[in-house]
C-alpha cells in the first residue's frame, strides 16, 4: 500500500522504455524535513525503509522526522523501526528459526487458528553451508567422501529443511555444496534494487550469521541478528535499533606491493576495535577507499563484528555496478541498480567534508603490513616479524596474562607420535572420520573433477573401506614428532576471504612457485581448502592453480563453512593423543574470522588467522617458531634455501590472472539451477503438510518454548534469593556459552545423545543438533575452555550448587536449581557474549532457568537475545564488577525495583552472604528500547509476535 507523505512518491525512468514509482531522498529534503544531503549514506537507506514503510502504526511520520534530523553526536534515545527487504539464513541458525515457526504454526491450529497466519512477510534465504565437516582431506576424494559423510550425518535436517520449504511460501533454500551463505549473498543472492507493487526500493537484510555485514561491500544496509530476532523480521515486526553513532573512516593512499586485503582487514579491526566502536555504524569514505576492489571491501565488511560495528558499510559506486556486471546479474536489474541510487543521490564515494559523521578516523593504506591475528582474537594483530618472539613470549607469559604458563626452557622439546605403515594411497585420514553405514552416492558433477570419483565402499571397526583399501587410524611413513608451535592445521577457510580473488590467486600461485622449488607440506598436517562458492574453483582451474595447490595438499574440501566455523573434523589418532599426552600448545592457521578459544579445534591452542597465501607459507614451513621475513620457509631439492620472498607472487601475476575470476557466464551458469545433478540433495525424502508432526528425533525436536502458551501473557515477578550458577571473565564469548563444535561423550549432551541410542562417531556437532532443545540446553556454558571462576583454575562447563557445595555440571545444577524452584542469575566482564549472533547463547541460557546476566558489558546481538528470550541483561554500573564487589557465587541475590519496567533504569542488586552480611548497588538495566520493554513483559520476543499473528 502506497502513500505520498511529504510528496516524496516520484516517478523514476527505466532503461527498459518504463516507469517505476520511488520514495525520494531529495525530494524528502526538498519539503524541509532536514538536512538529508549531509546524513552518512548507510542512514539515508534506512531512512528509505522508514519513509516507505510509514503506516501510522508501527512507523510513524515521526520516526521519519526524527531520522532525518539524525545529529552526529546526540543522545541516542529514540529506537528505529527498520523494515529489511529480506532476510537471509544459515543452517545452523536457520534450522532453529524454522523449528520455531513450525511449533508457531502447530499453537495456531492447536488454538483454533489458520496454521497459514504464521507465514514469513519478506523472502527468506536459507543457504545450507555450516555442515559439512573436513573428516577427509588432502586427497582428490576429499570433496565426495565429506559431502557423503555430511548428507547421512544431516539427513534429518535436510528432511525437515524441504518440509519448510513446501510449507512457507517465501522459503527457498540453497542446498549444500554451492557455497558460504556470505559469499552466494554477494554474488547471486543480492539484487541491488527490488520492486514490488510498482515501487523501487533498496536491498535491505538482516540475517541470522554475525557475517551477514559481509554485504555491505556492495552497497547494502544489512548486520547480523540472532535467529530469535529474525523470526520477528519475518513475521511483520521491523528492527527496532537505537539511533547509532556514524564514525566515518577516511581511508588514504594505497596498498602496497605485497600486501594483502587480509592484511589490510587485520589492520582495520585492530584500528576500529581499539577506538571503541561497538554498536556504531561504520561508513568508508575517501580516495582510499573509492581505489578499493569490491571483494576488498566486502573482506572489510565481512570484519565488522571482529571490530565491534553494526556494520561497515561501503556506498555504491562504478565499482559496484562493474561487480554486479561480472557476476552475471542482467542488464536490465544492474540499469535498474545503478539509475536508482544514482536518483536518490546516493551514488559515489564520499570525500572528506561531504558527510556529517559522529567522528572521524583515518587509514592511510600504504602504512599496511603484512600481519596475521592470533593466538585467541581477531583483534589481536601482529605484524608477520614479529610472530617468532610473540609466540615465545605468550609460551611463558602467565595465564592470567592471555599466555600459557608454560617453562620456556620447554619450548623447543620435541615429543614422537606414533606411527604405522601406510595403507591407504594419499594423506592420512582419521579413523572413525566417516561412519558410512549405506552405499554412498557421489557427490554432483560440477563439485568433482571427472576420472576422480572413489567410493567409500563399507565399514569395518568404524574405519571407511575406500575403493577396497582401509584408511588408517594413524600417520604412515614413518615416525615424527611434535613440538610446541607447530602447524596441525593449515585452511583456506571461510567466506571472509575465500570470496576474494586476489588472495585466493595469491595462494595459488605461491603454491606453484613452491613446488617447482620442491617444497612440500609434511603429511601430519591437516591441510584443506573450502571456498565460498564453486566460482572460485572454476578459477584455480582455469589458471591451472589448482593443481599445484593440490600438490601441497590444498585439495577441495567442501565447498561450506568449515574450519572457522569449528568444523575442522577430527586430527589423526596419534596427533591428537600426542598433542594431549604432552599437552602441546599447537597451532592452526587459517584464514578466516574467528580464532577463539577451543573454537578452530578442541586441543588446539594457538589459532592464528592469515592470508590464504600466508596460510599455504606456514603449512611448509610448519610451526610458528620460525621467522618467515627472515627465516627459510623450507629447503629447495637441491638443499637451498627458499625464502617467502622466492616464492611470493608480484602484483602483475596476480592482476593477470584476475580475469578468470570475473566471467559472468562462469556466475549465471553455476547460479541457475542449484539442484542440477546433485543427486545428494534431491534424494532426500521429507514430509508435506502446512504443520509438522514432530517425528522422534535427536536432531528435531518440538521445543518448550510455547509451553502452556496463552493469549494473555504472565507477567514477570521480582528476582528474590537467587543463586549463582557460573562467574565468568571478560571476553566470554557466545562459542563459550553455546558451542558449536564437537560433543564430548562425557558432556552432558553426549550422556543424553548415548543414552538415546546415537553412538559416539554419530554424534555430529552441537551447530548440527540446533534443531533439538534437549542437546542444546546440555551444551549451554560446556565449552571445553570456558573458565567459571567459582572454581579457580578449572575449565570447562562445571559449577558449584549451593548451599551444599558440591562440584557439578552446569547442567545438572541447574536442574536441581529448577526442581527446587530457586532463580539463578550468571556474572560476566567484559564483552559478555561477543562473537557469533548464536540465539542459543541465549536460549540456553533461559532453559538453564537463568533470570538475569549481570555483566560489565555486553556485545550487542546477545544483549537483543538475550531480552527476546526473557532474560534480564542487567550492566554494572562505574567500577563495580564480581571481583570489586567480592562475589565468589556462595551469596544469595535479590533484585528489586522491577515493578514499572522502563529502558535502561535502574535496578538494585541486593547481595546476601553467608555470614548474614548484606549489601546493594546500583546496576543498568540494559532493556534498552520500548519494543524491548513489551518482549519482556510478553515473556519473550516470540510469544509476544505469535499474540499478535493470532489477534489479526
Known amino acids: 500500500m502506497t502513500h505520498n507523505l511529504f510528496n516524496t512518491l516520484k516517478e523514476l525512468s527505466l532503461s527498459t522504455n518504463r516507469n517505476a514509482k520511488f520514495y525520494s531522498l531529495p525530494a524528502l529534503e526538498a519539503s524541509g524535513v532536514g538536512g538529508i544531503s549531509r546524513l552518512p549514506v548507510s542512514i539515508r537507506i534506512v531512512l528509505e525503509s522508514v519513509l516507505r514503510n510509514c503506516d501510522g502504526k508501527k512507523v510513524t511520520e515521526t520516526h521519519v522526522k526524527r531520522l ?125 534494487v527490488y520492486e514490488k507493487d510498482g515501487v523501487l526500493y533498496p536491498d535491505t537484510l538482516v540475517g541470522t550469521d554475525s557475517h551477514t555485514t559481509m554485504i555491505n561491500g556492495i552497497g547494502v544496509v544489512g ?68 581505489s578499493l576492489t569490491v571483494p576488498d571491501r566486502a573482506t572489510i565488511a565481512n570484519m565488522s563484528p571482529e571490530y565491534g560495528a553494526t556494520i561497515g558499510f561501503f556506498p555504491v559506486d562504478d565499482a559496484t555496478i562493474e561487480y554486479f556486471k561480472e557476476t552475471g546479474r542482467t542488464d536490465e536489474e544492474v540499469a535498474a541498480f545503478q539509475s536508482y541510487f544514482k536518483a536518490q543521490e546516493l551514488y ?187 566460482v572460485v574453483t572454476e578459477y584455480l582451474s582455469a589458471t591451472g592453480l589448482l593443481g599445484y595447490l593440490e600438490k601441497l595438499g590444498f585439495n577441495l574440501a567442501g565447498y561450506g563453512c568449515t574450519t572457522c566455523i569449528g568444523n575442522s573434523g577430527p586430527l589423526s589418532e596419534p596427533i591428537e593423543e600426542a598433542i594431549v599426552t604432552s599437552d602441546l600448545v599447537c597451532a592452526a592457521v587459517l584464514s578466516g574470522n574467528r580464532n577463539f578459544e577451543a573454537r578452530i579445534h578442541p586441543s588446539i591452542r594457538a589459532n592464528f588467522l592469515a592470508s590464504p597465501p600466508l596460510v599455504v607459507a606456514y603449512a611448509i614451513a610448519g610451526t610458528m617458531l620460525r621467522d618467515l621475513t627472515t627465516e627459510p620457509v623450507g629447503i629447495a631439492e637441491d638443499g637451498t634455501p627458499v625464502r617467502l620472498a622466492d616464492i611470493w607472487p608480484s602484483e602483475d601475476e596476480i592482476h593477470g590472472l584476475m580475469k578468470y575470476a570475473a566471467n559472468a557466464e562462469t556466475f549465471r551458469r553455476l547460479y541457475s539451477n542449484l539442484t542440477k545433478d546433485h543427486p545428494l540433495w534431491n534424494d532426500v525424502s521429507s514430509v508435506s503438510g502446512k504443520v509438522y508432526d514432530w517425528p522422534k528425533s535427536t536432531y528435531i525436536a518440538e521445543p518448550p518454548f510455547f509451553q502452556d502458551f496463552s493469549m494473555e501473557p504472565g507477567r514477570p515477578v521480582g528476582i528474590r534469593n537467587a543463586r549463582v550458577l557460573g562467574i565468568f571473565g571478560d571476553s566470554v564469548t557466545t562459542d563459550h556459552i553455546s558451542p558449536a563444535g564437537s560433543i564430548k561423550d562425557t558432556s552432558p549432551a553426549g550422556k543424553y545423545l548415548l543414552a538415546n541410542g546415537v553412538s559416539k562417531p554419530d554424534f555430529n556437532s552441537y551447530g548440527a543438533r540446533r534443531g533439538n532443545h534437549d542437546v542444546m540446553m546440555r551444551g549451554t556454558f560446556a565449552n571445553v575452555r570456558i573458565k567459571n571462576l567459582m572454581i579457580p583454575g578449572s575449565e570447562g562447563g562445571i559449577t558449584v550448587h549451593q548451599p551444599d557445595g558440591k562440584q557439578m555440571s552446569i547442567y545438572d545444577a541447574a536442574m536441581q536449581y529448577i526442581a527446587d524452584g530457586i532463580p539463578t542469575v550468571v556474572f560476566g566482564g567484559e564483552e559478555y557474549g561477543a562473537g557469533s549472533s548464536r540465539d542459543w547463547a541465549a536460549k540456553g541460557t533461559q532453559l538453564l532457568g537463568v533470570k538475569a546476566v549481570i555483566a560489565r558489558s555486553f556485545e550487542r ?92
Open 861 to 952: 546481538i546477545h544483549r537483543s537475545n538475550l531480552v527476546g528470550m526473557g532474560v534480564l541483561p542487567l550492566q554494572f554500573k562505574g567500577n563495580d564488577s564480581t571481583e570489586s564487589l567480592d562475589i565468589h557465587g556462595d551469596e544469595q541475590f535479590d533484585l528489586l525495583g522491577m515493578d514499572d519496567i522502563r529502558p535502561q533504569q535502574d535496578v538494585t542488586l541486593v547481595i546476601r552472604r553467608g555470614d548474614g552480611s548484606s549489601s546493594q548497588i546500583d546496576l543498568r538495566c540494559r532493556i534498552d528500547t520500548a519494543i524491548e520493554v513489551d518482549y519482556y513483559l510478553d515473556g519473550g520476543i516470540l510469544p509476544y509476535v505469535l499474540r499478535e499473528l493470532m489477534t489479526g
Open 68 to 192: 532525518a534530523n539524525w545529529e552526529p553526536n546526540a543522545a541516542r534515545t529514540d529506537e528505529i523501526p527498520f523494515v529489511v527487504s529480506r532476510i537471509v539464513l544459515q543452517d545452523f541458525t536457520g534450522v532453529p528459526l524454522l523449528v520455531d515457526l513450525a511449533a508457531m504454526r502447530g499453537v495456531a491450529k492447536k488454538m483454533g487458528k489458520d496454521p497459514k497466519l504464521v507465514e514469513p512477510l519478506v523472502p527468506v534465504d536459507l543457504v545450507v553451508d555450516h555442515s559439512v565437516q573436513v573428516d577427509h582431506y588432502g586427497n582428490d576424494q576429499a570433496l565426495n567422501l565429506n559431502m557423503e559423510i555430511e548428507f547421512r550425518r544431516n539427513n534429518e535436517r535436510y528432511q525437515f529443511i524441504k518440509w519448510g520449504m513446501q510449507a512457507f511460501d517465501t522459503f527457498k533454500v540453497v542446498p549444500p555444496g554451492i557455497g558460504i551463505v556470505h559469499q552466494v549473498n554477494l554474488e547471486y543472492l543480492a539484487r541491488g
Open 348 to 534: 559515489g564515494i564520499p570525500r572528506k567534508g561531504d558527510i556529517d559523521y559522529s567522528r572521524e578516523l583515518e587509514l592511510d593504506l600504504s602504512t599496511v603490513s603484512s600481519s596475521l591475528a592470533g593466538p585467541r582474537r581477531p583483534q589481536d594483530r601482529i605484524e608477520m616479524d614479529n610472530i617468532k618472539s610473540r609466540f615465545t613470549e605468550l609460551f611463558a607469559a602467565p595465564v592470567a596474562q592471555s599466555g600459557y604458563g608454560r617453562d620456556a626452557a620447554n619450548l623447543t622439546l620435541r615429543y614422537p607420535v606414533r606411527s604405522c605403515d601406510e595403507r591407504h594411497d594419499g594423506r592420512s585420514v582419521p579413523a572413525g572420520s566417516s561412519q558410512q553405514t549405506a552405499a554412498p552416492k557421489v557427490a554432483h558433477a560440477a563439485a568433482v573433477r571427472p576420472g576422480t570419483e572413489r567410493h567409500i565402499t563399507e565399514m569395518v571397526n568404524n574405519r571407511p573401506i575406500i575403493d577396497g583399501v582401509e584408511a588408517p587410524a594413524c600417520i604412515p611413513n614413518g615416525p615424527i614428532d611434535l613440538g610446541h608451535g607447530d602447524v596441525v592445521i593449515a585452511a583456506i577457510t571461510s567466506c571472509t576471504n575465500t570470496s576474494n580473488p586476489s588472495v585466493l590467486l595469491a595462494a595459488g600461485l605461491l603454491a606453484k612457485k613452491a613446488v617447482e622449488k620442491g617444497l612440500s607440506v609434511k603429511r601430519h598436517i591437516k591441510t584443506s581448502l573450502a571456498p565460498g562458492s564453486r
Open 223 to 290: 548486520w547480523g541478528v540472532g535467529g530469535i530476532e529474525a523470526e520477528a523480521g519475518m513475521l511483520g515486526q521491523p528492527v527496532y535499533f537505537l539511533t547509532p553513532d556514524v564514525v566515518g573512516v577516511n581511508l588514504t593512499g594505497r596498498l602496497r606491493n605485497g600486501v594483502t586485503a587480509t592484511d589490510l582487514v587485520l589492520t582495520v579491526t585492530e584500528m576500529l576495535r581499539k577506538a571503541s566502536v561497538v554498536g556504531n555504524f561504520v561508513e568508508f569514505f575517501g580516495e582510499g577507499t573509492a
